[in-house]
C-alpha cells in the first residue's frame, strides 16, 4: 500500500467511495475515532485508483460495485493523532451492483478481519450531524459535480 512515514509526517495515496442509495450515503470510522469518513482505503502499488475501491468494498463489505464517475482528486494537509499528514486521495462516486438493504442510522460491522470499522447509512439530510472528515464532504456531497474536480485542502498551514 502506497504509505510511508516521513521524519515530518505520514504520506498516503487514498481512494475514497462516495456510495448514495435510496437518498442515503454510505459512511464509517474505526472503532474509537470521533469522527467519520467515506469507506475505501490505501492504493496499492500499480494498482489503478479505481480497482483499490472494488477491492476495498469487497474486503471491506464483501460488496460488488462499479465507479461511475471519479468526482474529485484532493491533496490535503492534516493533523492525526499529533502527526502531519500529506494526502493525496481520489474520490469517485460508486454504484452497488446488488444494492443492499438500507437500515437507516444503524451500525453494521464490515467483514475484514484486520480492521474493526464501524459502517453506517445516513440520510443525505442528515450530513451536518457529523463529523465527517474530511469537512468539504458535508457541503459537497449534496452538489456533486458533473466533471472531476481538483481540490488543496491544507489544515496546517492555513
Known amino acids: 500500500m502506497i504509505s510511508f512515514n516521513l521524519e515530518a509526517g505520514r504520506f498516503n495515496f487514498r481512494s475514497a467511495a462516495v456510495i448514495i442509495h435510496d437518498d442515503h450515503l454510505l459512511i ?24 483499490t475501491i472494488e477491492r476495498e468494498m469487497l474486503e471491506e463489505l464483501g460488496m460488488r460495485c462499479e465507479v461511475t464517475q471519479h468526482l474529485w482528486h484532493v491533496e490535503s494537509f492534516y493533523e492525526f493523532e499529533s502527526k502531519h499528514y500529506h494526502e493525496m486521495g481520489n474520490y469517485f462516486l ?3 451492483i446488488d444494492p443492499p438493504e438500507i437500515i437507516s442510522n444503524a451500525d453494521f460491522a464490515g467483514i475484514e478481519e484486520t480492521v474493526s470499522l464501524i459502517f453506517r447509512w445516513i440520510p443525505l439530510t442528515e450530513l451536518q450531524q457529523y463529523n465527517l472528515q474530511p469537512a468539504f464532504l458535508i457541503e459537497r456531497l449534496t452538489d456533486l459535480p458533473t466533471t472531476t474536480e481538483a481540490l488543496v485542502i491544507d489544515e496546517i498551514h492555513t
Open 28 to 51: 464509517h470510522q474505526v472503532v474509537g475515532d470521533d469522527f467519520w469518513a467515506l469507506p475505501g482505503g490505501r492504493v496499492e502499488f500499480l494498482e489503478a485508483s479505481r480497482q
Open 94 to 96: 460508486v454504484r452497488p
